[in-house]
């Protein structure tokens, strides 16, 4: 066990539904911290660069273009086993398959739009935290 940071995204369906508060509070409720967070419109090539990974999977453009239908809000959360914990919290990929009390089955409908990023690795959750934040856009939270 360690302490871990992980890039999180309140997708734009959700931003949509004014569900940021709600999901933060799920993030807080868990113990982990917010060290960093920013709203922003994504630009197509942003999304694609995020999701190069997916590049060749016949979602990939749905996807960009979903990611980009509106703001999103980006934050990184701090805390033991971050990484593994914030992926808990939001439950399968697909929120039909999401168990009960997760952020994707509580407040979304279908994998097109599933409410929530989360980090699955620490080498993902380095590179997407440098993606959106740079090397020194986080605020350690100390107090
Ligand atoms: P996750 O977001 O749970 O890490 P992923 O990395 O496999 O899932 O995929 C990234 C996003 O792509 C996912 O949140 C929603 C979309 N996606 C994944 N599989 C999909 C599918 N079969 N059809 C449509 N969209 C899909
Ligand atoms: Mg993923």
């Known amino acids: ?12 369906d959700a931003v949509a539904k004014n569900l940021i508060g709600q999901i933060y509070s799920r ?18 090539e942003q999304a694609e660069g995020f999701y190069a990974v997916h590049k060749e999977r016949p979602f990939f453009n749905d996807l960009v273009s979903f990611m980009i239908s509106g703001p ?17 919290i939001m439950g399968a990929t697909d929120p039909k398959k999401a168990a009960a009390g997760t952020i994707r089955h509580d407040f979304a409908v279908s994998v097109d739009e599933n409410a929530a990023h989360g980090s699955d690795a620490p080498e993902t959750a380095a590179v997407e935290i440098e993606y959106f934040f740079g090397k020194d856009g986080i605020c350690p939270r100390t107090r």
Do not use: C, D
């Not at 993030?27 to 197509?44: C, D, H, N, P, S």
């Open 72 to 88: 999103v809000m980006i934050q990184v959360l701090e805390g033991e086993s971050a990484i593994q914990k914030n992926r808990e």
């Open 1 to 12: 066990m360690a302490i871990e940071r992980t890039l999180s995204i309140v997708k734009p």
């Open 27 to 44: 993030f807080e409720a868990a113990g982990l911290k917010i060290v960093a967070a920013k709203m922003v419109q994504l630009t197509r």
